[in-house]
C-alpha cells in the first residue's frame, strides 16, 4: 500500500512494499444477537437467494481481498456451516458478550496475529447492499490518501457507514492497546487527526438490517 509514517512515539517507521502493491485482508464482524429480528443471525438471512454473508464475501473477494475473517459468537451451529461454505476463517468472539467492541478485538488480534503487515477492512455482517464495487472505490480511495493517514471511513450524507479502513499501524496500535475496551472506536477519538471520512454518496456503505422492513427493503426473506 502507500508508504507510511510511524504512528507510535517519534519512531518512524515506511512500509517496504512498492507504490499502489496493497495487500488487504477484511473481516465481518457477526456475533451479535439479532435481538431486534427476532434472536436469529443476521448474517444467514437470504437476499435475493444468498446469505447476507456470501453476499459479503463474494463482494469483498471479487474487488480483489483474498483473506477474510468472520467473528461469530452465538449461533455458531448456524453460522459456523456458512463461514465454512463460504471458505472464510472462523473467529470465535468467546467472551460471552455481544457488544461490537469484544467481536472488534477479536478481529484486531486475529488480523494481528495471522495478518501481519495487511492493511484491514473491518464491516458488519448485516450490510447486505455492499458490492465488489463499493469495495473497490473504498480502497482505490485509500491508496490515494495522503500517507499519515491511518483510518478511512466512509459516510453517506453525513451518516458513517462500513467498512472501515485501517492501516496495518493502527491494526497493531490498538491490538497493543492497554484500554482494549475502547475498541476501534476509541482509537479513531483518540487520533483524529489520521482519519480521513470519505462521503460516497452511495447508501450501500449504511444499509444495514435492523428490522424485517429493512430485510424486506432489499429483497431479503424474514
Given amino acids: 500500500s502507500r508508504l507510511r509514517m510511524g504512528i507510535q512515539g517519534d519512531a518512524c517507521c515506511m512500509d517496504d512494499r512498492p507504490e ?129 493517514v491511518h483510518a478511512a471511513v466512509p459516510t453517506h450524507v453525513g451518516v458513517r457507514g462500513h467498512p472501515i479502513l485501517l492501516s496495518w499501524e493502527a491494526v497493531k496500535a490498538i491490538a497493543e492497546s492497554d484500554r482494549p475496551d475502547e475498541g476501534i472506536r476509541g482509537w479513531l477519538l483518540k487520533n483524529r487527526n489520521r482519519v480521513q471520512f470519505l462521503e460516497m454518496r452511495d447508501p450501500a456503505y449504511v444499509q444495514d438490517v435492523d428490522t424485517e422492513e429493512d430485510l424486506l427493503s432489499v429483497g431479503g426473506i424474514p
Fill in 20 to 148: 499502489g502493491q496493497a495487500r488487504f485482508s477484511a473481516s465481518i464482524l457477526a456475533a451479535g444477537h439479532g435481538s431486534r429480528m427476532g434472536h436469529v443471525p443476521k448474517a444467514a438471512f437470504r437476499v435475493q437467494g444468498q446469505a447476507i454473508l456470501e453476499r459479503q464475501v463474494a463482494s469483498l473477494r471479487g474487488a480483489g481481498v483474498g483473506e477474510i475473517s468472520v467473528v461469530i459468537g452465538p449461533y455458531r451451529a448456524q453460522l459456523e456451516p456458512l463461514v465454512a461454505h463460504c471458505k472464510a476463517r472462523l473467529v470465535l468472539n468467546e467472551t460471552g458478550s455481544t457488544d461490537v467492541v469484544t467481536s472488534q478485538m477479536a478481529a484486531i488480534q486475529d488480523h494481528y496475529q495471522v495478518h501481519a503487515g495487511h492493511d484491514m477492512l473491518v464491516l458488519l455482517g448485516d450490510l447486505p447492499s455492499l458490492m465488489s464495487s463499493h469495495i473497490q472505490r473504498l480502497t482505490s480511495a485509500w491508496l490515494a490518501l495522503a500517507r499519515d
